[in-house]
């Protein structure tokens, strides 16, 4: 079953081309109060790694952007027209001693408190093993899951007694990543993601299903086939990702039912904090994904079918069928696999008819032609919406070259048929097509128009892959820079114009994918097509959910690039959808991204803030957040449902003159921020609702 391709759209009607830049706004000193933590410890302090710790870059990369601050199950907007949850907000983190602290908000004196809730039993490793940072999942209202940065995973019940949270651990069990023995087992793992979900047993019995994604680091490399020469050691981290589950035998408040599902209680105990007897779920691998890098982003789906991963590169099933291995000679030291092509043993697919890119002002493509074309065989003709282009050969070519083919084909958006032509050189076989955009700024996803073109081509960033035309013929671009439409020289002005902006250092492409939550080698059922939707970062966690609800939580909105701006894309899913019979989807289906808001020049703005740490914005769209690793965090305002020239811009100091290190940012109730500091610098609280 192959995987149905998901384009991300942006809704033009939001986005404001008349917005000028952000005016500073000052934030009141009585509005922001610094809160001890965990007293009478130290604070939250980072885990240090073992001197001897190798890690790749991306496990370095990925241990930076950790956020220590973990949230509850919090809702900052009244659900169905009721209060805002009673409870008031919570926040959790967990010390380097493996303490469970709880950062609680009440709302009617506006202010935060900590407590040291239970001790999470330390992991058993051998001297020198390095561990994954220890981290918290809401779960439900009344329990969390917390991973000990090695492989067992507490599930913890809260309880409100009107003033605190107590805590209990209930359970635990102990992930076994496939292929090691139990005696080996021990792996730091990531916890990605976690929910609860009520399920019924054949006797009609309510439980708790409880579905968790976790990343650990394989043991096993990949390589290329074909050599690097930037990099002495060309072996690439292989990071697998699983889906797992265990059931707990008490029903699930809040929760939709789900399908029938097997009990996967365990009678054993096993020691917990005080001599504390705490019982062992036996939990199982739903199945495994691999990949090489490891997820900025990852949310199961309320619907209980599948979830939503978010990277730099796809993932395939871990049972997926290879090809033979004479396909590709498979050198150790050689440059690292990419799995999204033909190094993963996968049989590799046909070359695409054309490549192309593109800048704010104009589109680039390129065709190849059979080599000594002339252009009296080119016949092309641009329109304001579309193009017409066919090659007629005098004489049949032997050469394996797909011939374009193209009457009146649709463009993805309006041209300046004026101002767009074509060059041809004939002795290396390329035409080349510059197509000057009508609405400038506005970014292609593809060249055609969507659903025209049944197997779109994705834009090249790579400059690589253009150097190779560049080259061959540059000779013929000088003395000729005004040549004409038809004119048999190579002249490519939108790759020359801006060499830098093929080289983002900031943005970081991504891909999304929905994973079927089933077991088989075609659980990758939906991918994002398309370039240039670069990584900003995702919504504060919120869960608007109550009684009753079908919705339980919700999947947190994400933030792109879009030239400057940030656009917010809901990503939603249609429970029972199938992989659509065309390539691309169309409508509503697996997975589909709505554009929903726009923060106006975020994309712009964050690329300058060398130091940030935490990206992240509001669920309701009303401002966005960038947390810098050691000083300010700025807050850019965004007004709903209108388009102003000027927005405001909210710069906080967290250091106050300190040297400080941030290491937590999540909100934890309607506009209050929270920026947890490492050590005895505590928490500093910011309330961000106007009086």
Not at 8 to 34: A, C, T, V, W
Not at 496 to 525: C, L, M, T, Y
Not at 591 to 596: A, L, Q
């Amino acid at each position: 079953m192959a995987a149905t391709r998901v384009p991300i759209r942006q809704d033009r009607s939001l986005l404001n081309p008349k917005f000028e830049g952000y005016k500073l706004d000052f934030l009141e000193e009585s509005r922001q109060h610094f809160v001890p933590i965990g007293a009478p410890g130290p604070g939250v302090v980072v885990p240090k790694l073992p001197s001897a710790t190798k890690l790749s870059y991306r496990q370095i990369q990925s241990r930076i952007r950790h956020n220590h601050l973990h949230p509850g199950w919090n809702s900052f907007k009244p659900a169905k027209g009721g209060s805002s949850n009673a409870r008031g907000g919570v926040l959790f983190a967990i010390d380097e001693d493996f303490m469970l602290i709880a950062l609680q908000y009440e709302k009617t004196a506006s202010r935060l408190r900590s407590k040291r809730l239970l001790q999470i039993p330390a992991p058993a490793v051998p001297l020198n093993f390095y561990l994954e940072f220890p981290s918290v999942k809401p779960l439900s209202e009344d329990y969390i899951l917390a991973s000990d940065g090695a492989s067992t995973f507490y599930l913890i019940r809260l309880s409100f007694t009107g003033i605190e949270y107590e805590a209990k651990i209930e359970a635990c069990t102990k992930f076994q990543p496939e292929g090691l023995s139990e005696a080996e087992a021990t792996a730091p793992c990531v916890l990605l993601e976690a929910k609860a979900f009520s399920v019924t047993n054949s006797d009609n019995e309510r439980s708790m299903e409880i579905k968790f994604v976790v990343c650990y680091t394989s043991n096993d490399g990949f390589y290329s086939s074909e050599p690097s020469p930037h990099r002495r050691s060309d072996k690439k981290t292989m990071f697998i990702v699983s889906l797992c589950s265990a059931v707990w035998d008490r029903p699930l408040a809040n929760s939709v039912v789900s399908s029938d599902t097997a009990m996967d209680v365990d009678g054993s105990v096993a020691p917990g904090p005080d001599g504390q007897q705490i019982k062992a779920l036996s939990s199982r691998i739903i199945h495994s994904i691999r990949g090489t890098e490891i997820p900025f982003y990852c949310a199961l789906d309320p619907s209980n079918e599948g979830y939503v991963i978010g990277s730099n590169s796809t993932y395939k099933a871990t049972k997926e069928p290879v090809a033979a291995q004479a396909t590709h000679y498979l050198e150790p030291g050689s440059e690292a696999m990419d799995l999204d092509g033909t190094d993963t043993g996968v049989v590799p697919t046909p070359e695409p008819p054309y490549i192309w890119t593109q800048t704010e002002t104009d589109v680039t493509v390129c065709f190849g032609l059979p080599k000594g074309t002339t252009k009296h065989a080119i016949h092309c003709k641009f329109t304001r919406q579309g193009l017409q282009l066919q090659v007629n050969l005098s004489q049949p070519s032997d050469q394996a070259v797909r011939m374009p083919n193209l009457d009146n084909m649709p463009l993805f958006d309006e041209i300046q048929p004026d101002d767009s032509f074509w060059t041809l050189e004939s002795g290396a076989g390329i035409l080349t097509l510059s197509l000057e955009k009508k609405n400038s700024k506005t970014r292609w996803t593809q060249v055609f128009a969507e659903g025209m073109d049944t197997d779109p081509v994705e834009e090249t960033l790579d400059p690589s892959m253009f150097a190779e035309f560049k080259g061959a013929l540059e000779k013929y671009t000088s003395g000729q820079a005004n040549a004409g439409p038809g004119r048999e020289s190579t002249i490519l002005p939108s790759l020359a114009q801006d060499p830098q902006e093929d080289i983002d250092e900031e943005g970081e492409e991504i891909k999304f994918s929905w994973i079927q939550a089933e077991n088989g080698h075609d659980i990758v059922r939906a991918t994002t097509i398309g370039t240039g939707h670069d990584w900003i970062g995702q919504a504060f966690p919120s869960f608007e959910g109550s009684l009753g609800d079908e919705q339980p939580f919700r999947v947190p909105t994400v933030c792109l690039k879009h030239d400057v701006d940030g656009l917010v894309y809901a990503i939603h899913h249609i429970p029972g959808s199938v992989p659509s019979q065309s390539s691309i989807q169309q409508s509503d289906g697996i997975m589909r991204f709505e554009h929903t808001s726009t923060f106006d020049a975020l994309a712009f703005v964050q690329a300058s803030k060398r130091e940030k740490r935490f990206v992240m914005h509001d669920p309701q769209g009303r401002f966005a957040v960038i947390v810098e690793s050691s000083r300010n965090v700025y807050i850019y305002w965004h007004t709903v449902d209108h388009k102003l020239k000027q927005e405001r811009q909210t710069v906080v100091d967290v250091s106050k003159g300190q040297q400080v290190d941030v290491i937590g940012c999540q909100l934890i109730s309607d506009g209050v921020l929270v920026i947890l500091m490492e050590g005895k610098h505590g928490a500093l609280v910011i309330d961000l609702n106007r009086a």
